[in-house]
């Protein structure tokens, strides 16, 4: 039946039907997690008890009729959103034994429909990475090569997905987080825009960019996911009440297609981008013309400070944010201090990865007196600019096409020791989070038999039409709907 | 400049530990970061505001009103507590 | 004559008087159990997030009106970063540019009737840490959340503050700003006004300010006297022996009376502050500012003038009417409509309501009995109507036992049955009383009195100038 590979409504109808209930359909998954998962490495956390017991409830629901499409379905969270008596580490040592009082938002607004919380997956510690190698619980494997890594950060969520051990997983984004691990494993993931989905339960690392979003087989999975994560929440003080509550139709005219513009930021497809990466996004683009959409050139002109901009907000964010993790409230405890400093410095030193400790000091640094002005200060500055340079572009277009990542999965290993050149493979996504935009990543293509991903750039709160722009294409093509072959098998 | 006396003070202001094998590997790390960022340094960007929050949106506050429901059984996730109090190293004030 | 000019500049914490905490919904109460009002966010719990209590900004709004200061319309909240035990995410939220009050000034008149300006720098909002409880048998410290996220108010003052009896002044006046527009409870014992000062020397006329300590924590106006003027003579001594003063903060010993020097909390004072990503900036527009200045009372001193210049009130009545602001809005209103002199309805005033609001403990209700009530009350007594000493029965029968003026002033009115008794009563001593009777004929008026007491001995609730009224009437006749 591939159960493995059906989609959000699928699953749904199987169970609306009575052909499967909840309950076989979880022990299903986590069947195939304990199957395959030890190649990956994708969770850190399997849920099986609890997960049965909310497949049972789901059941019940289901027997009455009352069930929304997502009751019963089993979904992956990053072990990042904080899940009420389930361990949440955030791939870190220091929350290794972390067992929240609380549910995330997006956790407790999902369990309150009825899916199943069927495990917590890997992630680069606090979610400080491009590549799922930083994780204490160890790296994580690319499906479709067990040599390559997933993405990162939420590495774990991606190659789960991709695997279909889990039908859908949630993941977070705060410079390429959920599309760079999206694009690597030939998945549809969305960053929404600043303010749309509650940080609330969501472990902090960049408090101005992170966002949660799914990590999806689809723009369809990713849109009836996101229509329930979405929404002004109280307890987040960032939440925009802007942000839409109405559900998605995906439904999207020839006659509005001929009405939208596409701008192509020139100074993304330069020599530097990789070869066989623009030609299958040039390729994909073709499709989009095809299909009857317009095309123009746009300029994204300082689009070269990126890197360093982003790289020092979110260390100065999470140099404070990190600052609570000391051994007297939660989390992990140096043996024996011998006095407070001790208790606190060796706590951290134990606790805190080495990527981890390096941000959190250039965070310290960038903010420290007399270098506030010259880092910190600049850096959002650029902020501005690369901001003002999207809005411009969306005076002329309607969206934006890019690059995920200038290169497809790389091997586990290959970037470790060259931070910078890891930093510098988040040119494409890290704009769209200092600029708040949506974006999403969509699989189009492969090179050497790697998933290529692209992305779709929108104004403020636009993921609806982001979303049905990527659905027509799926429609009209194939790439989303590919398995890794090492899991394409019950 | 960057060298290992700096570095010392920024892990004491970060309040992490670090040993000599430590300070010559994050002191090398952060100077190569350091010099991308002196990137940022070619523009001009003297007339320009910073950009805290994208999008913009004003703070909304809260009713003063007392969460009677708000659970206070926070003190449990302490790996040091005796129930009452959490527990520390003395502090000499 | 000392050569030596003393310059102090006061740091104020005010608990502010809000119901819950400033970021987030826990109670303020104070004396719970421990750790049993810090909520998920006050800990810190990785994931949490601070959500602003709106009243906090409307009560730093008010304060800054009150001492004609300019309030910001764009202010942000910021981190100080710093570890310590008692700050559940090791930063502090604060406000470090932007805060919300900037300038204004506190008047103060000094014991020589010389009326002086202090200036204030700034006042902006922040959050309190919890508390420690150091020990040394168990060689450990204990720590209590439940302070922490309390809201505060950081009233800055500048340096002008010639002596620790001016500083007192200050504090004094600050101290009754905020409790009579009940911006803070201002319970010094419980923690809810707090006062750090900054203190230096210099010779006089030296333009430059000395090296200054910090005196930290103080909470009673007795013991900033005593720090203050202990630590300038400290001050003075070193510097007459040739030695340097250390900027640092101090601790006064109240026990010793002196001030000791404290090991710094933090290590490094680099709080590396920037804007909380957290919080957006507050936006504060004209119209807000004007609402609440319109709902702003007078203060006190204002008040103490008004009630002065326009009343001819006596210090004894203000002192009382100013002790509550509700006291004084009831007064105040009464006042207004009262064609009777001030200081005799005050005088009912005090001697019926403010007499059973301290015996019974209560608070004043505009509920119970209301302004135009008491002044009808008054009204009939001065006519007449009823009898002097009914007063308290008559304000008992509106509040306690709920009956309208009318009712109550029914009740209690001298009747015409009351007038035979009384005739009847007066007649009888005067023909049982024939001496007192020819010496009243003889000129002696005071003999009145001897009539008034034996009638007022047979009906006692009576009002005794009717009865003088009516004993004159009788012997007139006679």
Redesign the interface.
């Known amino acids: 039946m591939d159960i493995y590979n059906k989609s959000l409504a699928e699953l749904s109808d199987l169970l609306s039907k009575k052909v499967l209930s909840s309950l076989e359909m979880t022990d299903y998954f986590i069947k195939r997690i304990k199957l395959f998962d030890l190649k990956l490495n994708s969770f850190i956390t399997i849920n099986e008890d609890q997960a049965r017991k909310q497949a049972i409830f789901a059941d019940s629901i289901i027997a009455n009729k009352k069930n929304h499409l997502l009751t019963g379905i089993p979904i992956a969270h990053k072990d990042l959103f904080s899940t009420k008596g389930v361990l949440t580490s955030c791939g870190s040592k220091m929350l290794e034994n972390y067992i929240p009082p609380y549910d995330a938002t997006v956790v407790s607004k999902l369990n309150n429909l009825g899916m199943v919380n069927i495990g917590k997956t890997n992630m680069d510690e606090f979610a400080m990475g491009s590549s799922n190698e930083s994780s204490y619980f160890g790296p994580v494997k690319n499906p479709w090569d067990l040599d390559r890594v997933p993405g990162g950060s939420s590495g774990g969520s991606a190659s789960a997905v991709a695997a279909r051990l889990t039908p859908i997983a949630t993941g977070s984004d705060t410079g390429g987080s959920i599309r760079q691990p999206a694009s690597f494993c030939g998945l549809t993931g969305l960053k929404p825009t600043y303010g749309s989905v509650s940080r609330y339960g969501m472990i902090a690392y960049a408090s101005s960019l992170d966002q949660g979003g799914p990590i999806a087989k689809s723009a369809e999975d990713c849109a009836i996911l996101y229509n329930e994560i979405r929404g002004f929440d109280k307890n987040d003080p960032t939440s925009n009440h802007e942000a839409k509550q109405n559900n998605i139709d995906l439904k999207l005219s020839k006659d509005e297609v001929k009405n939208i513009t596409i701008g192509i930021p020139k100074e993304y497809f330069s020599e530097d981008l990789d070869q066989n990466i623009s030609n299958v996004i040039s390729e994909s683009i073709e499709v989009f013309k095809k299909m009857g959409f317009n095309f123009k050139e746009v300029s994204l002109p300082n689009h070269s400070y990126t890197i360093p901009a982003y790289y020092i907000i979110a260390s100065a964010e999470a140099s404070s944010n990190l600052s609570r993790y000391d051994g007297v409230k939660f989390g992990h405890r140096c043996r024996d201090p011998k006095n407070l400093i001790d208790l606190y410095s060796r706590t951290r030193q134990e606790g805190f990865g080495k990527e981890v400790k390096k941000r959190i000091m250039i965070g310290a640094y960038a903010l420290s007196s007399g270098y506030y002005d010259e880092y910190y200060m600049r850096a959002l500055k650029i902020r501005r600019i690369i901001r003002d340079d999207f809005l411009s572009a969306f005076n002329d277009v309607d969206y934006i096409f890019a690059p995920t990542s200038p290169s497809t999965a790389f091997k586990i290993g290959e970037k470790t020791s060259n931070a910078v050149e890891m930093y510098l493979s988040d040119i494409y996504t890290t704009p769209v989070n200092l600029a708040g935009l949506p974006a999403l990543s969509i699989p189009v293509g492969y090179s050497d038999n790697l998933p290529v991903g692209m992305q779709i750039i929108g104004n403020d709160f636009t993921e609806d039409k982001i979303l049905e722009i990527a659905h027509l294409f799926q429609k009209e093509t194939d790439w989303h709907l590919q398995v890794p072959e090492a899991f394409s098998r019950e | 400049m ?1 060298d290992k006396k ?2 010392k ?10 040993d000599d094998n ?1 300070l010559s ?2 002191s090398s ?2 100077l ?2 350091l ?9 001009n ?1 003297s007339e ?8 913009d ?11 009677i429901d ?11 507590h005796d129930g ?10 | 004559m000392s050569d030596w000019e003393t310059v102090i500049g006061l740091e104020i914490h005010t608990q502010l008087l809000t119901k819950s905490k400033i970021f987030s919904a826990s109670s303020t109460s104070y004396g719970s159990e421990p750790n049993k009002q810090a909520s998920y966010v006050d800990l810190g719990l990785p994931g949490t997030l601070p959500v602003l209590n709106k009243l906090v900004i409307k009560k730093a709004i008010e304060f800054g009106l009150a001492i004609n200061a300019n309030i910001s319309k764009h202010s942000i909240f910021a981190r100080k970063n710093y570890f310590y035990p008692d700050l559940p995410r090791n930063y502090q939220i604060s406000q470090l540019d932007y805060p919300i009050v900037e300038g204004g000034y506190i008047d103060i008149v000094t014991e020589e009737n010389i009326s002086k300006r202090i200036n204030v720098t700034r006042a902006h909002l922040e959050e309190d840490a919890g508390k420690s409880i150091h020990s040394n048998e168990a060689n450990c410290t204990y720590i209590d959340l439940n302070r922490a996220g309390t809201p505060l108010l950081e009233i800055v003052s500048e340096p002008e503050m010639c002596s620790a009896k001016e500083a007192v002044l200050y504090m004094k006046k600050v101290h009754s700003i905020v409790t009579y527009l009940k911006i803070s409870d201002g319970n010094m014992q419980e923690g809810s006004f707090r006062c750090d000062a900054n203190v230096s020397i210099r010779k006089v006329g030296e333009k430059k300010l000395g090296t200054r300590t910090e005196l930290k924590n103080i909470n009673s106006f007795k013991f900033v006297e005593k720090a203050i003027n202990y630590e300038v003579q400290r001050q003075i001594d070193l510097l007459e022996e040739g030695k340097r003063i250390i900027q640092e903060t101090r601790l006064y010993d109240e026990n010793k009376n002196i001030t000791k020097s404290m090991r710094s909390k933090e290590e490094a004072n680099d709080y590396r502050y920037f804007p909380d990503p957290d919080l957006l900036p507050i936006k504060i527009d004209d119209e807000y500012i004007l609402e609440i200045k319109k709902n702003l009372p007078d203060l006190p001193d204002v008040k103490e003038k008004h009630y002065k210049s326009k009343y001819a009130l006596t210090d004894e009545q203000i002192k009382i009417i100013l002790s509550n602001r509700g006291l004084s809005e009831f007064v105040d209103k009464v006042l207004k409509i009262s064609k009777i002199d001030a200081k005799k309805i005050v005088n009912y005033f005090i001697s019926s309501i403010y007499k059973k609001m301290n015996k019974e403990n209560i608070l004043l209700l505009e509920d119970r009995i209301t302004p135009e009530d008491f002044y009808l009350i008054v009204e009939s007594i001065e006519t007449q109507v009823v009898t002097k000493n009914n007063l308290m029965n008559l304000v008992d029968e509106i509040w306690v036992n709920k009956k309208s003026v009318s009712e109550a002033i029914e009740r209690f009115s001298n009747n015409n049955e009351d007038d035979e008794l009384i005739n009847n009563i007066i007649k009888d001593i005067v023909n049982k009383n024939q001496k007192q009777v020819l010496e009243y004929k003889s000129g002696k008026t005071k003999i009145l009195g001897f009539f008034i007491g034996q009638t007022l001995k047979q009906a006692k609730s009576s009002d005794p100038s009717f009865i003088k009224k009516q004993v004159i009437k009788i012997l007139d006749t006679i």
């Open positions: 960057f700096k570095i003070d920024v892990a004491q202001l970060a309040m992490i530990a670090v430590d590997y994050f790390e952060i190569e970061f010099k991308t960022v002196e990137q940022m340094d070619a523009i960007l320009i505001t910073p950009l805290y929050h994208a999008p949106m004003p703070l909304k506050g809260r009713e003063d009103e007392v969460d708000a659970k206070n059984d926070g003190i449990n996730c302490s790996p040091h009452k109090y959490f527990i520390v190293p003395k502090v000499i004030d």
